[in-house]
């Protein structure tokens, strides 16, 4: 689903026809399998977060391992206020055309830019670009505003210095779940700072933008399909105290999102988060700003990283955005 690009970016329309689509039988099937294997495992509220990162780290969590992968290395940059920071980094074949300045997900509790490299490697390849992971520090040891700072001083890096590192100052952003909602609070700064348009663009896969919960997160209950209520809420104590979700500048589905770079959204339609892809992306649009949503009939939360069609379509989508944008 993609806005009618014959329309300018304030009238754009959203095609409907999408919510009647079935899911693919492929989707279908893969659902059911994972979410009858996740049925026998705890969740992640339900378990200490090291115990869920020392899995991932091994290879042994739900997700498929797709990285460390050689080709993608640390760099050191400078930290917000002083402090050591770094972003995983993977170049194309050739000069960069542009920099992808990744945040990953995890419910802000969880994961790590090595985790991504085998997607964040496909982008370099299929798009041109250099792609740098932002390594961020992670609730609950680490709470708002932890994690919000080390992504802000990754974003005053690559504007201040990209060029220099890289040699071109064609920039992007772009992130899942937590990853997305972080960017969300990067771009606001950076809008505070007058500097929101030097992004090209921005792709947001199925982000957290409202942690008090939108319609589709209250009402999902605990079916357990990666996230579930519970599992969310958790999460989102853990990031930031419960007194502070309904501040714009946490929860920036409340925030004014004017002034915004291009967006991708992307989100399946078996994702409590739904309806904050679609809320903002909605905004995005009526506040001025070219959006381009993108919903996949049956996929969870995480579809992208399987091997299923709707991930592949996705990759592909977001790889053409990215270049549409250089």
């Known amino acids: 689903m993609s806005a009618d690009s014959t329309h300018p970016p304030q009238s754009r329309l959203i095609d409907l026809s999408v ?43 739900i997700f498929p391992l797709a990285g460390p992968l050689e080709g993608s290395e640390w760099w050191d940059i400078p930290g917000y206020r002083g402090r050591a920071a770094r972003v995983r980094v993977t ?9 992808y300045l990744h945040v990953h997900g995890g419910g802000w509790t969880l994961g790590s830019p090595a985790h991504f490299d085998l997607y ?90 409202d942690l008090c919960k939108t319609p589709s997160l209250r009402d999902w209950g605990a079916r357990k399909l990666v996230l579930s209520t519970p599992t969310v809420d958790w999460f989102s104590a853990n990031f930031a105290d419960p007194d502070l979700w309904s501040s714009p500048e946490i929860s920036t589905l409340r925030a004014n999102v004017s002034g915004m770079p291009p967006a991708l959204f992307q989100v399946g339609t078996l994702d ?41 379509e996705s990759h592909a989508v977001t790889a053409n955005f990215v270049r549409s944008k250089l």
């Not at 039988?25 to 115990?51: C, D, G, I, W």
Request: aromatic share 10%; glycine share 8%.
């Open 19 to 61: 919510f009647s689509v079935e899911p693919s039988e492929e989707t279908k099937r893969f659902n059911a399998e994972f979410e009858a294997k996740l049925a026998s495992m705890p969740a992640a509220h339900e378990v200490p977060p090291a115990v869920t990162r020392r899995a991932r780290d091994e290879g042994k969590s």
């Open 91 to 99: 170049m194309p074949e050739g000069d960069p055309k542009g920099v």
């Open 120 to 209: 964040n490697q496909r982008l370099a390849k299929a798009a041109g670009v250099a792609v740098a992971s932002v390594e961020y520090r992670l609730a609950p040891e680490n709470p708002w505003p932890a994690g919000p700072d080390d992504v802000w001083a990754a974003v005053l890096w690559l504007l201040v210095s990209g060029k220099a590192h890289f040699g071109t100052d064609k920039f992007l952003i772009g992130g899942e779940s937590a990853g997305a909602h972080l960017i969300s609070i990067a771009l606001q700064r950076a809008k505070k700072d007058g500097m929101a348009d030097l992004f090209r663009g921005a792709v947001l896969m199925y982000g957290c933008y």
């Open 272 to 312: 409590p988060l739904f309806d904050d892809t679609l809320l903002m992306a909605k905004r995005w649009v009526e506040a001025g700003n070219e959006a381009e949503l993108r919903v996949y009939p049956g996929g969870i939360h995480t579809y992208d990283m399987f091997d299923i069609p709707i991930a592949h």
